[in-house]
Protein backbone atom coordinates (compact mmCIF):
# COMPACT_ATOMS: atom_id res chain seq x y z
CA UNK A 1 0.00 0.00 0.00
CA UNK A 2 3.17 2.14 0.68
CA UNK A 3 3.93 2.32 -3.01
CA UNK A 4 0.06 2.92 -4.11
CA UNK A 5 0.19 6.14 -1.40
CA UNK A 6 3.24 7.19 -2.55
CA UNK A 7 2.02 7.26 -6.46
CA UNK A 8 -1.01 9.55 -4.96
CA UNK A 9 1.44 11.90 -3.18
CA UNK A 10 3.50 12.03 -6.27
CA UNK A 11 0.63 13.02 -8.68
CA UNK A 12 -0.64 15.69 -5.93
CA UNK A 13 3.16 17.33 -5.60
CA UNK A 14 2.85 17.61 -9.65
CA UNK A 15 -0.09 19.29 -9.85
CA UNK A 16 1.10 21.70 -6.98
CA UNK A 17 3.93 22.53 -8.86
CA UNK A 18 2.11 22.33 -12.14
CA UNK A 19 4.12 19.63 -13.94
CA UNK A 20 3.30 18.64 -17.72
CA UNK A 21 1.72 15.22 -18.19
CA UNK A 22 4.61 13.44 -19.58
CA UNK A 23 6.96 14.09 -16.49
CA UNK A 24 3.71 12.74 -14.14
CA UNK A 25 3.89 9.30 -16.18
CA UNK A 26 7.84 9.32 -16.48
CA UNK A 27 7.44 9.34 -12.47
CA UNK A 28 4.40 7.41 -11.58
CA UNK A 29 5.37 4.22 -14.13
CA UNK A 30 8.20 2.70 -11.86
CA UNK A 31 5.58 3.49 -8.63
CA UNK A 32 3.26 1.48 -10.88
CA UNK A 33 5.64 -1.13 -11.48
CA UNK A 34 6.36 -1.78 -7.29
CA UNK A 35 2.78 -1.62 -6.94
CA UNK A 36 1.68 -4.66 -9.38
CA UNK A 37 4.52 -6.59 -7.90
CA UNK A 38 3.32 -6.14 -4.40
CA UNK A 39 -0.33 -7.31 -5.76
CA UNK A 40 0.11 -11.34 -5.78
CA UNK A 41 -2.85 -13.45 -6.54
CA UNK A 42 -3.67 -16.50 -4.51
CA UNK A 43 -2.82 -19.42 -6.41
CA UNK A 44 -5.34 -22.03 -6.82
CA UNK A 45 -5.16 -25.99 -5.56
CA UNK A 46 -3.54 -28.45 -7.74
CA UNK A 47 -6.55 -30.57 -9.05
CA UNK A 48 -6.77 -34.35 -9.21
CA UNK A 49 -5.22 -34.51 -13.00
CA UNK A 50 -2.21 -32.45 -11.86
CA UNK A 51 -1.49 -34.27 -8.50
CA UNK A 52 -1.68 -37.61 -10.61
CA UNK A 53 0.62 -36.92 -12.73
CA UNK A 54 2.87 -35.06 -10.82
CA UNK A 55 3.24 -38.18 -8.61
CA UNK A 56 3.07 -40.79 -11.70
CA UNK A 57 5.91 -38.57 -13.80
CA UNK A 58 8.40 -39.22 -10.53
CA UNK A 59 7.48 -42.60 -10.30
CA UNK A 60 8.04 -43.39 -14.44
CA UNK A 61 11.26 -40.92 -14.51
CA UNK A 62 12.74 -43.24 -11.37
CA UNK A 63 11.90 -46.42 -13.57
CA UNK A 64 12.48 -44.99 -17.19
CA UNK A 65 15.26 -42.37 -16.53
CA UNK A 66 16.22 -42.23 -20.31
CA UNK A 67 13.29 -42.25 -21.77
CA UNK A 68 11.94 -38.93 -22.58
CA UNK A 69 9.82 -36.51 -20.68
CA UNK A 70 7.28 -36.38 -23.49
CA UNK A 71 7.24 -40.33 -23.36
CA UNK A 72 6.64 -40.31 -19.91
CA UNK A 73 4.02 -37.65 -20.21
CA UNK A 74 2.13 -40.13 -22.52
CA UNK A 75 2.14 -43.16 -20.11
CA UNK A 76 1.05 -41.47 -17.46
CA UNK A 77 -1.49 -39.78 -19.15
CA UNK A 78 -3.03 -42.80 -20.23
CA UNK A 79 -2.97 -44.54 -16.81
CA UNK A 80 -5.20 -41.70 -15.54
CA UNK A 81 -7.73 -43.21 -17.76
CA UNK A 82 -7.92 -46.04 -15.53
CA UNK A 83 -6.76 -44.59 -12.41
CA UNK A 84 -9.37 -45.23 -9.46
CA UNK A 85 -8.05 -41.94 -8.64
CA UNK A 86 -10.17 -40.14 -11.96
CA UNK A 87 -13.08 -42.10 -10.88
CA UNK A 88 -13.18 -40.46 -7.45
CA UNK A 89 -12.27 -36.84 -8.87
CA UNK A 90 -15.34 -37.52 -11.40
CA UNK A 91 -18.37 -37.27 -8.31
Known amino acids: M ?3 DDAIRLLQEIK ?3 G ?3 TTLEKAKPVAK ?8 AKRAPSAYNKYMKK ?3 ILKKKHP ?3 HQTLFKRAAKSWKRSPERKRSMK
Do not use: N
Request: hydrophobic fraction near 35%.
Open 2 to 4: TSI
Open 16 to 18: ELG
Open 20 to 22: SVT
Open 34 to 41: KAKKIVKK
Open 56 to 58: QLA
Open 66 to 68: RSS
